[in-house]
């Protein structure tokens, strides 16, 4: 018997070198991630840095199926940002590709290491305007519908391109 695939939010983002080609490219390999399907893709977005510098970033939001588990999944996207060259110098610090595990089905996990959802998506337009492109009635677990956190980020720039 195969284990059911458990739909995904991933948070994607960069703002050095091509940024947009490097979300592009990072957007196609999540969906060849083992055990995984790709199942919708936000459109791309510009937004400024926030509670960072640098230059402005490219942002989007996919939607995954997937039979690995949180933390597999989890590796397997640093293992991306690695291979795009990704260093943490600091926090905040600018990056060539940044990918986050905002959703896992209906799941709260608080570990070390992963924490869904991810504790920072409300508070972020980068993340909510393409997450509710994809879904506009998703519901984030013990926190509500997702676009009753809009009102609290419509002061943050973005922009689709």
Known sequence: MSVARTPCYIGIGANLGDARDT???????????PQTQLAATSS???TA????????YV???????????????????QALEQDFGRQRPYRNAPRTLDLDILLYGDKVIT???LEIPHPRMTQRAFVLIPLLEIDP??????????????????????RKI
Do not use: C, M, W, Y
């Not at 979300?23 to 991630?33: N, R």
């Not at 840095?49 to 402005?56: I, K, M, N, T, Y």
């Open 49 to 56: 840095p926030v509670d960072a510098g640098g230059d402005d």
């Open 44 to 46: 791309l977005f510009s």
């Open 59 to 77: 942002n989007a939001v996919v939607k995954i199926d997937t039979r690995l588990q949180p933390i597999e999944l989890l590796q397997a996207l």
């Open 23 to 33: 979300v592009t490219q990072a957007i196609a390999l999540i969906g060849k991630l």
């Open 111 to 113: 570990q070390d290491s």
């Open 137 to 158: 009635f998703i519901t984030i677990p013990k926190q509500g519908p997702a676009h009753n956190f809009v009102p609290a980020v419509a002061g943050q720039a973005i």
